[in-house]
């Protein structure tokens, strides 16, 4: 099971900064996770909120600024004065910085689906070994997002974001990816109750476990034997074997 660092190692450093992408492989992370949204200007950015209020003070939506007005301000302050500085990265900066050997999961916020592929496709093109190796997976709540990314990047691995079991399909496909579900697998909430028969199922399927965000070392042997794949934590230090 890898261990994925959510938003890098956002217990002890500013979410989806370097600081948080750089600690997290020092802390032996086996990959990282990262949220996307676009810039005024297209440019795929890492960062979680749609809005900058929480992360930066400003109060407007990051939909609403330019790559480079975006690049002004400051995401490391709010968790503490020596993280000032820490700026957004974006996809392609993150990208290149991934060692060899490790893992980038990307989480595709609520784009607009047809701004999507555009912004994407120079990027992933420039990186197409990452893809092809499964070393970057992408994952969504957005059903449309997934099927909008199959269509346009077919070699993508991707994972469904299911916070509640409803989100599944009520049978489970005998194989995944499938005609109702364009994925490769299926990213959990830590918070549910998942059935053995779910996840029978879904193994059964070829599909992908992940879940997310598991913060208690105690459950790492739980989701080992329910044969999970990917561990998405916000302290990889409490889960990474030294
Ligand atoms: O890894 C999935 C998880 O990150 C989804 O929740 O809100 O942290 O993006 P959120
Ligand atoms: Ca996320």
Redesign the pocket.
């Known amino acids: 099971m890898q261990i994925i660092a959510?938003r890098g190692a956002s217990g002890t450093a500013p979410e989806n900064t370097f600081a948080a992408f750089h600690r997290a492989w020092e802390l032996g992370a086996d990959g990282i996770?990262t949220?996307i949204h676009l810039s005024a200007d297209g440019v795929p950015i890492c960062i979680?909120d749609a809005e900058l209020k929480r992360l930066t003070g400003v109060r407007a939506r990051v939909d609403s600024l330019t790559l480079a007005e975006l690049k002004q301000l400051d995401v490391g302050r709010w968790k503490g004065e020596h993280f000032a500085g820490e700026r957004i990265p974006t996809l392609e900066e993150v990208l290149k910085t991934v060692p060899f050997g490790k893992t980038l999961?990307i989480?595709v916020k609520d784009v607009p689906p047809r701004k999507l592929s555009p912004s994407l496709a120079p990027v992933l093109k420039r990186h197409s070994e990452l893809l092809a190796t499964r070393r970057v997976l992408f994952?969504s709540f957005f059903p449309d997002l997934l099927w909008e990314m199959q269509s346009s990047f077919p070699d993508l691995t991707q994972l469904l974001?299911a916070e509640k079991l409803s989100r599944l399909p009520a049978k489970i496909p005998q194989r995944l990816p499938c005609d109702a579900l364009p994925v490769h697998g299926i990213?959990f909430s830590h918070k549910l109750e998942i059935p053995a028969a779910t996840t029978d199922a879904l193994l059964a399927a070829g599909s992908i476990l992940a879940v997310?965000?598991e913060n208690d070392p105690d459950r790492k042997s739980t989701w080992i034997d329910r044969e999970f794949d990917y561990l998405?934590t916000d302290h990889p230090e409490r889960f990474v074997i030294p």
């Open positions: 959510h996770e949220d979680h999961l989480e994952m974001l990213g997310w965000t998405i």
